[in-house]
């Protein structure tokens, strides 16, 4: 079990990198490969759940691109307003994850457990205000995105609004998701996420074309199975936490009230997370409207590239759970020379993976974009665009591991002014600037994605180097 082996002899906290900046020196008693080997054992599942529910959605948005590139843009115009939508439990779930990973680390299961039955109170509350409120305001929504004609705003009305008919049971599962990895078992969360992703697959297959006698219900098949597949990950996700077996296990005899205290806690952190959340979605929303101007095809395009490079992003999210998962077990255990340990390595092994998907990228970039559609015009932006992408991985994925542990440190308000910089501010206004002026077209929409995640990945770094996230950490009650 993670950090076991690094307990001092007399029972109290090292004090190491408390008034240090980095030390590349191991705290006592400690290896390379111990924390290589609890690394690796968080971020495996991590990684092989989210590469295959990246590649279930990429399947999704292939066998849509097959209705045209219309569908390909209406689809690509509800991902902003869900994701918007889903702000508020997100960041709570930031908050869970830091505060079940710190009384993991503090050898205290009650407390821990008390965090995941007001999380999901939390969560539930929050899913049913976020489903009713876009559930009523689905067009309105698609219409402020940019859909410029009928049929592209009844695709993605319809769609959106039957996501949101599921979207209390996607709500809960993500918080039953962040708690366990808090607590570093990110096994379990791997095993639903994929049988869930299996039936969202095979779903679309039979909805969207109508096969083995199903209706033949084109976009609204494909939000459908989506929401099917939800449905299948909410059952296994709750009945994982049903045992007692668990360390973290859902009782009904403990009290559901809320605990202010907990919520606090959890709110504290998650605040400035929904901030973060909110802006992101603000400067997404700004960035994918001044895209969607430039047309259908174009929009479907950035889609695709939209598409292909979430899958690369799987990478560092992987690795961010074991950092944000050891980080708050370490300064549980109020060991932030641990957590620093931890998530330099962390970082490397990113790094290295990150190297693969990069030559994947340049050199295969075309062939992938060929599967969602053959337009001679995607194809060829969109190839271009993936040797664009393959250039930053490394420095996108250092960037999420250390966001990743900054969260764990419960340092949200920094992660929050970073994402307020570089998302909200230059990201759409090199977007618009590039577009609008220089005439670069969708190109100019990837220059200016590209200068955020540069400019990103050097304020992430500097906050984790500072070392302020160690005192900010140690200061969160338990």
Request: charged share 15%; hydrophobic share 50%; glycine share 10%.
């Amino acid at each position: 079990m993670a950090l076991d082996y690094v307990e001092t002899g007399d029972g109290g906290p090292h004090s190491y990198g408390m008034d240090e900046k980095f030390s590349k020196k191991l705290p006592e008693g400690v290896t390379s490969k111990l924390l290589y080997n609890d690394i690796v054992r968080i971020a495996w599942p991590s990684f092989i759940e989210l590469i295959l529910t990246q590649l279930a959605s990429m399947v999704d948005m292939m066998m849509v691109g097959q209705l045209g590139a219309w569908a390909l843009t209406s689809v690509g115009l509800t991902t902003q307003p869900k994701f918007m939508m889903m702000t508020m439990f997100m960041a709570m779930n930031v908050g869970a994850t830091a505060m079940v990973a710190r009384y993991k680390g503090a050898g205290e299961p009650e407390k821990a457990n008390g965090i995941l039955r007001q999380a999901l109170l939390l969560t539930f509350v929050l899913g049913v205000i976020s489903s009713i409120v876009g559930f009523i305001f689905s067009e309105p929504l698609i219409a402020f995105m940019g859909a410029t004609d009928q049929q592209t705003l009844e695709g993605g009305t319809i769609y959106l609004k039957i996501q949101f008919l599921g979207f209390v049971f996607m709500a809960l599962t993500t918080t039953v998701t962040a708690t366990l990895r808090g607590v570093g078992d990110s096994r379990t969360a791997m095993v639903y996420n994929l049988v869930a992703n299996l039936v969202n697959v095979v779903g679309n297959y039979l909805l969207i074309y109508g096969k083995f006698g199903f209706p033949e219900m084109g976009i609204a098949g494909a939000s459908l199975a989506t929401v099917i597949g939800q449905c299948v990950a909410f059952v296994l996700a709750f009945a994982s936490i049903l045992s007692r077996k668990s360390y973290l296990h859902l009782s009904f005899r403990e009290s559901w009230r809320p605990d202010w205290q907990a919520l606090g806690s959890i709110f504290k952190i998650g605040f400035p997370a929904m901030i973060e959340q909110a802006v992101m979605r603000c400067g997404m929303i700004i960035y994918s409207k001044t895209v969607a101007g430039l047309g259908t095809v174009a929009f479907a395009t950035h889609q695709v590239c939209m598409n292909i490079q979430a899958l690369s992003f799987m990478n560092g999210n992987a690795f961010a759970v074991s950092a944000t998962s050891l980080m708050g077990q370490s300064l549980g255990k109020k060991r932030p020379d641990m957590a620093q340990a931890y998530c330099s390595r962390t970082q490397r092994v990113g790094m290295l993976t990150s190297a693969v998907i990069s030559v994947i990228l340049f050199f295969f970039g075309g062939q992938v974009v060929a599967l969602y559609n053959n337009d001679p015009i995607i194809v060829e932006t969109g190839a271009n665009i993936m040797k664009m992408m393959a250039l930053i991985q490394p420095f996108q994925s250092s960037q999420f591991i250390l966001a990743g542990a900054l969260r764990g440190a419960g340092d949200t308000k920094a992660t929050a002014m970073i994402i307020f910089v570089t998302v909200l501010l230059v990201r759409p206004a090199l977007a618009i600037f590039s577009i609008n002026v220089l005439n670069w077209g969708l190109y100019g929409a990837w220059i200016a994605m590209i200068a955020d995640q540069l400019l990103r990945t050097t304020f992430v770094f500097g906050r984790f180097n500072s070392g302020k996230w160690k005192i900010n950490g140690m200061k969160i009650k338990q």
